[in-house]
Nanobody, 127 residues
């Protein structure tokens, strides 16, 4: 199992940028997809982006709502996955979570396929 913990949340004005970090501990980090999800106030948790494991191609996938604004990057040696967020909008306000999974690529956008979650970090975008 890979345990994960988020950091880097905060308050930012609309149009600004913020970088979140997900630090992983445990064995075989390279065998796991690492994803970011978010839960806006009063809404359900939703997929943001994922860095697929090297053995599955190592590609990154994004939700359409963040495509072109957010960039996910992975450092296997440091066991860190970052989420660079730019052109932030008030609707990006949410608690952001990172999570790990070994699901098939066809299912990596599904939160139920992730079994190790961090505590979350709050991102607030003011208008």
């Amino acid at each position: 199992q890979v345990q994960v913990a988020e950091s880097g949340g905060g308050v930012v004005e609309a149009g600004g940028s913020l970088t979140l970090s997900c630090a992983a501990a445990g064995v075989n980090f390279r065998n796991y997809h690492i994803a970011w999800f978010r839960q806006p106030p009063g809404k359900e948790r939703e997929f943001v982006a994922v860095s697929s494991r090297p053995g599955s191609g190592g590609k990154s996938y994004y939700d359409q709502s963040v495509e072109g604004r957010f960039t996910i990057s992975r450092d296997n040696a440091k066991r860190v996955v970052n989420l660079q967020m730019s052109s932030l909008k008030p609707e990006d306000t949410a608690v952001y979570y990172c999570a790990s999974s070994q699901a098939a690529l066809s299912a990596i956008r599904l939160s139920r396929m992730y079994y190790s979650w961090g505590q979350g970090t709050q991102v607030t975008v003011s208008s």
